[in-house]
C-alpha cells in the first residue's frame, strides 16, 4: 500500500527548499513514505517529518529533515526550532521546524549542504567544493 502525499505540492518551503537542495550537484527528488526527499545516492535531506507513533500529527509537517555533523549536533537540539525526527533520529537526524519561526535560508542552506556532504560520494563532494 503506497503512502499518501504528506505534503502540498504548493507549499512555499518546499518551493525553497528544493531551490536549496536541487543545486546541489547530482542532486535528485523523489517521493517516498508520503514526503519529498533529496538524494544523490543517499538521502540529504527530506520534507516533513512524523512523530514517531503518531503519523496523524502534522506537528512537523513543514520542516526540513538533515544529517547533520556529529560535531553539531549536540549543539543544534539545545535550539527549540530543532527536534529528534521520528525513524531518523536514532540514526543521528535531525530536523527543523520551519512552523516555531520564520526559516532563514542561509541557515537552511548550510545544513542541507553539511547533511550532502555526510552522504554524497567523495566526487559529488569534490565537484561541490569546486562549486564553492
Sequence with gaps: MAHPPR????DPYLRELR???LDLPAAEEKISHGHPVFYTKKIFAIFGAVV?????SDECAQSVVFLPDAIERDALVQD???FVPGYYG???????????????WQEVAELVEMSYRNTAIKTLVRQLDAMR
Aim: a negative charge; glycine letters at 10%.
Design 80 to 82: 527549540e526550532r530543532f
Design 19 to 21: 531551490s536549496v537542495a
Design 52 to 56: 514517531k507513533g503518531d503519523h496523524a
Design 90 to 104: 536514532p540514526s543521528g537526524w535531525l530536523g527543523l521546524n520551519f512552523r516555531v519561526s520564520e526559516p532563514d
Design 7 to 10: 505534503f502540498d505540492e504548493n
